[in-house]
């Protein structure tokens, strides 16, 4: 009887050793993967990263991707402020604060926007307000290239060709369907009681807004502002085919870097300009990341 | 005077008529309860008298003032839900305040008025917490609160006390009943939960599909109930309900008849005057679960009450009674007993029905005969 069961225990330790060991193995195979695709997503961005202090005459011998021999801060005020792009040699400083000119109006306001008729179409919702979500939602999914030749049209109509307040207007619209979304959804789990409640305390739309939904929503706030910094920073398509010359943000300027194509390249200069370039998406992500996934994920207060 | 008074209201939403003319009237400092089960309209029926919901036609008069398109901010109102709504963001004072500041009291008799209902509700030691770091209990209390500071003409409850757990929902019962005798005002009061309205009301407003079918004090609705629907839907157990037949005994006296298991029948002798207001031989006989006990020296031959026996198929103690499940004929029966005079499972139970407290129904109009 004894024996029995200290067979069965064995027979139990043995079970639970290969198991381990299968666990074991799992867990290597899953780190190695994880491991080699950071790697993989990382390595351009250290290679540029690297690029950026290393000479162009060591990059010229040694070739784009080797380890830096030697360690130089040049590249970066010549890229920010010497370096030629399209025939000017300003660095990319102008083209740099064209984007801050852009981003910074285009992302409040279209935020701003977004949760007004966020709040509209999901608290008070009117004969209609399903039609009017539905044709917004349509902005989501409608490619921007799409709207390149109206907006052209438009904006010369309006005087603002190829200037960065065209854009701005351009951001705004565009991002509307998006901010409004991400607004409405996240009002739509804010329970009507507390509007009911809010009509009877004697509060109006405005004051509904300012004081019950404003409040509620640092979240959502933190994840449109991310999302609309990031997309309209990065984007670049509206800014090289409706601006030209010394109005495009930087995005479209970074693009006439391979262009300029009479000059010897400087990888040196050109990797400092690329990371000025990249550096307030990255910088937004790096400080504001955690509270994006957070948004995300959470749900209104109960 | 009246506080409150619905004349012949409807709602429809879409083809789907919500209410089906209703009337109510509220005098001042009545509690009424609106009572029901899900989906009969008494929450519609607070919403529109709050003004959160449309008429689609009829009257609402608060005092004497036709309410029906005015704003809920301008109906001199207070309400309290079933889920408190308390502001998140905001403290609990912030929360009382809120009302105030919107309507423009003056900071000096918001801090006055705060500071008397905190009190009154026992509230002061969270005044600077969040709804959040409140228990239940602490956040009705504050939702009641809120209600309060407005010193309203018409008090408003979306069934306050149904996200609370059994013990509590008891205490804030006897709160709101205290409270309500403190303060004296007018409350709509509404629930699923009879016994809330019975322990609650000063009169009882019974809704179902949309009307109300009997509206009166809870000893009359309890007692006297109009219909088959409020007789089963007030008292748990529920009333018990047998399909008999009335004939007269021997000596003419009026009687109702019901089969019994093994081909008997059950004559049970009825009251004066009750038979001659039935319109057809076939009743629906209501008894009571409690109007059912052990038949015994003091009450078998007691004016008014019948004797029978049936046979004890169930027994379910509580503590404080026994319930039995008797049979009567092929017919379940639910009797409610005192533990020391109860039943034993298998046991042919000798009874006694009081029949002075029994009531009649119309099989063809379910109303109370």
């Not at chain 1, 991002?175 to 329970?191: C, E, H, K, M």
């Not at chain 2, 089960?37 to 036609?57: D, H, N, Q, Y």
């Not at chain 2, 019994?260 to 009743?283: E, I, T």
Request: charged letters at 15%; glycine letters at 10%; aromatic letters at 8%.
């Amino acid at each position: 009887m004894a024996d029995a069961v200290l067979g069965a225990t064995v027979v139990e330790d043995r079970e639970a050793a290969v198991a381990s060991r299968r666990r074991l193995i799992s867990r290597i195979v899953i780190y190695g993967l994880l491991g080699l695709i950071s790697v993989v997503y990382i390595v351009p961005l250290l290679v540029v990263v690297l690029n950026s202090f290393r000479t162009n005459a060591e990059i010229g011998a040694m070739g784009l991707i080797s380890l830096p021999q030697s360690f130089r801060l040049d590249a970066w005020p010549q890229a920010w402020s010497d370096f030629c792009i399209g025939g000017q040699c300003n660095g990319v400083a102008r083209y740099f604060w064209n984007s801050v000119a852009m981003v910074v109006p285009a992302t409040i306001i279209s935020t701003a926007l977004g949760a007004i008729n966020g709040y509209i179409l999901s608290k008070w919702k009117f004969p209609g307000s399903e039609i009017v979500f539905g044709c917004m939602l349509l902005g989501v999914f409608m490619p921007g290239q799409i709207a390149l030749l109206p907006w052209a049209f438009l904006l010369g109509k309006l005087g603002l060709a190829n200037s960065v307040y065209g854009l701005v207007l351009v951001h705004c619209i565009q991002g509307l369907s998006f901010t409004t979304l991400f607004f409405r959804n996240y009002y739509v789990s804010i329970p009507d009681d507390l509007l009911k409640a809010a009509r009877i305390d004697g509060a109006g739309f405005w004051r509904i807004f300012w004081k019950i939904m404003i409040p509620l929503s640092p979240p959502i706030i933190i994840v449109t502002v991310i999302w609309q910094f990031t997309g309209i920073w990065n984007e670049y398509l509206f800014g090289v085919v409706l601006n030209s010359g010394s109005n495009q943000p930087i995005t479209s300027a970074l693009v006439a870097l391979s262009m300029s194509g009479t000059t010897v390249r400087t990888y040196d200069v050109m990797s400092a300009a690329v990371l000025i370039g990249a550096l307030p998406p990255l910088l937004v992500y790096f400080f504001g990341g955690k509270y994006f996934v957070r948004g995300l994920t959470q749900g209104a207060i109960k | 005077m009246a506080s409150l008074t619905i004349r012949n209201l409807r709602k429809s939403f879409g083809v789907v008529e919500v209410l089906k003319g209703v009337d109510l009237e509220a005098n001042t400092g009545e509690f009424i309860a609106l009572v029901g089960p899900s989906g009969c309209g008494k929450s519609t029926l607070l919403a529109m008298i709050a003004g959160l919901e449309t008429v689609t036609s009829g009257e609402i008069y608060i005092g004497d003032r036709l309410v029906n398109s005015v704003q809920p901010k301008d109906r001199d109102i207070a309400m309290v839900f079933q889920s408190y709504a308390l502001y998140p963001t905001m403290s609990v004072k912030e929360n009382m305040a809120f009302g105030m500041e919107s309507r423009g009291v003056p900071k000096a008799e918001q801090e006055k008025t705060i500071a008397r209902v905190a009190a009154l509700l026992q509230i002061e030691p969270f005044l600077k917490r969040k709804p959040g770091q409140l228990s239940g209990g602490q956040r009705q209390r504050v939702a009641m609160g809120r209600a309060l500071v407005r010193d309203p003409a018409l008090f408003l409850f979306d069934e306050p006390l149904s996200n609370l757990d059994a013990k509590l929902r008891v205490d804030m019962r006897t709160e709101i009943k205290k409270l309500h005798q403190r303060i004296g005002k007018t409350t709509i009061y509404v629930t699923h939960d009879q016994v809330e309205a019975m322990t609650l009301a000063s009169r009882i407003a019974v809704m179902h599909q949309g009307e109300v079918q009997q509206f009166a004090d809870p000893d009359t609705v309890y007692n006297r109930p109009a219909n088959t629907f409020v007789a089963g839907f007030m008292g748990s157990p529920s009333m018990n309900f047998i399909d008999a037949e009335i004939t007269s005994t021997g000596g003419g006296a009026p009687a109702v008849n019901f089969p019994l298991s093994g081909g008997g029948v059950a004559s049970l002798p009825l009251h004066n005057g009750v038979a001659d207001r039935a319109q057809s031989k076939k009743v629906i006989l209501g008894i009571r679960p409690e109007h059912l006990s052990r038949q015994s020296a003091s009450n078998s031959g007691k004016q008014g009450f019948a004797t029978m026996s049936a046979l004890v198929e169930v027994v379910e103690p509580t503590g404080a009674e026994t319930m039995a499940v008797l049979k009567f004929g092929d017919r379940e029966v639910v009797g409610r007993f005192s533990p020391d005079e109860a039943p034993k499972t298998g046991e042919n139970m000798p009874l006694a029905v009081d029949m002075t407290r029994a009531c009649l129904f119309d099989p063809a109009t379910t109303r109370l005969i």
